[in-house]
Nanobody, 118 residues
Framework: QVQLVESGGGLVQAGGSLRLSCAASGNIFSINAMGWYRQAPGKQRELVAA???????NYAETVKGRFTISRDNAKNTVVLQMSSLKSEDTAVYYCAAGRAPWGPYNYWGQGTQVTVSS
């Protein structure tokens, strides 16, 4: 089993920045990719960004150029740096991890709220 613990999130004005972190523990050797999903009210959960252990990345078109995902394999952490935030970025953000590069993922964090005020 793998446990994922998220930190960061909160309330920010449009145009601002936020940083989300996720720390993995447990059977981390079963993990290849780590990523972030989000779910807004009334919408399906969607992939925001993901990164493999080798450093390959994948971003949703809606966040390209604004969000950056990075990973510290030694510390088993993944960070999502979000800038130029928009009201449509408001959602619960979930850290996820698994063997497949771009999902589906086996392990999930509890979620952290990001609210962007316009």
């Amino acid at each position: 089993q793998v446990q994922l613990v998220e930190s960061g999130g909160g309330l920010v004005q449009a145009g601002g920045s936020l940083r989300l972190s996720c720390a993995a523990s447990g059977n981390i050797f079963s993990i290849n990719a780590m990523g972030w999903y989000r779910q807004a009210p009334g919408k399906q959960r969607e992939l925001v960004a993901a990164i493999t252990s080798g450093g390959s990345t994948n971003y949703a078109e809606t966040v390209k150029g604004r969000f950056t995902i990075s990973r510290d394999n030694a510390k088993n952490t993944v960070v999502l740096q979000m800038s130029s935030l928009k009201s449509e970025d408001t959602a619960v953000y979930y850290c996820a991890a698994g063997r497949a590069p771009w999902g589906p993922y086996n392990y999930w964090g509890q979620g952290t709220q990001v609210t962007v005020s316009s």
